[in-house]
């Protein structure tokens, strides 16, 4: 089992590594015209929750997601949506400050990784945000 871990997070370091090369050779949007999205995607992702069918009638999809994380089963709608509204808010923070976009990014994804405690799926769940973070900017 601890092999396995072992094999899943030398794996995992190799795609993030070369994930790395591949997207810093990309070019980022500008700093001025990355604020702009990031705010949108931000506004975005602090809507006010869409209505979903439940049980015996209309729950709200934030209801739904907190019923998940209060039952310790695990939501991944939860974690991707947490992950993804950390790393706007922390990019957007470093961009108004003057860093360039790329740096920025790069530098909470490392941030977060950091702060993962080597969990697994909160890598991969990391590495889902990053390649989002790619797509927008």
Do not use: H
């Not at 019923?67 to 922390?90: H, M, N, P, T």
């Amino acid at each position: 089992m601890k092999r396995m871990n072992f094999i899943r997070a030398a794996l995992f370091a190799v795609f993030a590594f070369m994930g790395t090369l591949s997207l810093s050779a990309q070019g980022w949007l500008p700093p001025a015209e990355a604020i702009m999205v990031l705010q949108t995607q931000y506004d975005q992702l602090n809507e006010p929750p869409v209505p979903v069918a439940g049980n015996g009638g209309t729950i709200s999809k934030q209801q739904n997601i907190e019923k998940y994380a209060k039952s310790g089963l695990g939501c991944s709608d939860c974690q991707i949506l947490a992950v993804k509204k950390a790393f706007v808010e922390l990019s957007l923070l470093r961009i108004k400050q003057g860093m360039d976009t790329g740096v920025a990014v790069d530098e909470v994804r490392a941030l977060m990784i950091a702060g993962s405690g080597n969990n697994l799926a909160m890598l991969n769940t990391i590495q889902t945000a990053y390649v989002w973070m790619e797509l927008i900017l």
